[in-house]
């Protein structure tokens, strides 16, 4: 089934009771460095950099293009989705799984977004940022077999992917709402920077399968494919405890 490690993936696990390879290691604690550091690096307006921020408040009336292609630099450059993503693609082997898995995320966080920016629907950045990277957490844990060895079971992976999704979009909203933007052609606008976020998310994974296409034909991606979701996993901690310490202790 999609979404379920493969048949290959068993040989992953059990190589696991070797140690992790040094390679690996430096690869982990880089992500932790480049995590940590990009997101006090993007504290500011939660995720919109100060000069992108100000020409959001300054837009009057509808501004498809500059918006499309800001939509696009945060997708591209939102390293939290970026990894939510490259989990759901990595046992991803048939371009209809991955149609259908990114479908599901974007109807989710599109879903969320328009809400959110449109509609008013409110939710603490911190807790949101937070069960992002909770997201990013499952999802590698779920490619290693984590659920099936250790409790049993096997979640719906369309379905949890869905409901991310929908987190992942009202993620976005927030970083918006907190801009207090026009309200002069604000629904063109919202709806410019979707379009624009999925344009970006094209782009990204195209890029990301590609790697992945490459990655497969080496001998090292079934050496190395449970270290890489353990990176993966770890990454959404370090983004967990930043905005779960940031609710209890940033400014509100």
């Known amino acids: 089934m999609a979404g379920k490690i493969p048949a290959r993936g068993i040989k992953i696990v059990k190589r696991t009771t070797q140690p992790i390879p040094l390679r690996s290691w430096r690869i982990l ?10 997101r006090t690096a993007h504290v500011s307006a939660h995720g919109v950099t100060a ?27 939102g390293y939290d989705h970026l990894l939510f993503l490259c989990g759901v693609v ?14 599901l995320f974007t109807a989710g966080h599109s879903a969320t977004l328009l ?64 801009l207090h933007l026009p309200r002069t052609g604000l629904v063109g606008n919202i709806v410019s920077f979707n379009v624009g976020v999925e344009i ?17 034909r080496q001998p090292s991606y079934v050496r190395h ?6 990176v993966l996993m770890t990454s959404g901690v370090v983004l967990m405890g ?7 202790v940033g400014p509100r």
């Open 29 to 38: 604690a880089a992500t932790l460095a480049l995590a940590v550091l990009g």
């Open 51 to 77: 000069r992108d921020a100000v020409f959001l408040q300054s837009i009057n009336g509808i501004a498809v293009v500059p918006l499309l292609y800001l939509g696009a630099k945060h997708m591209v450059t």
């Open 90 to 103: 990595f046992f991803l082997y048939r371009p209809k799984q991955v149609f259908l898995y990114v479908s």
């Open 115 to 178: 809400a959110g920016a449109l509609g008013g629907l409110r939710a603490d950045p911190f807790l949101i940022d937070a069960i992002i990277g909770l997201s990013i957490v499952y999802k590698g844990f779920e490619n290693i077999g984590g659920f099936s060895r250790l409790l049993g079971f096997e979640p719906d992976t369309r379905v949890a992917v869905l409901i991310f999704g929908l987190f992942h979009g009202l993620g976005l909203a927030t970083k918006l709402q907190d």
């Open 200 to 216: 970006g998310q094209v782009l990204a994974l195209s890029l990301v399968l590609i790697a992945l296409l490459w990655w497969r």
């Open 225 to 230: 494919a449970f270290a890489a979701n353990t």
């Open 242 to 248: 930043y905005q779960i310490a940031g609710y209890f």
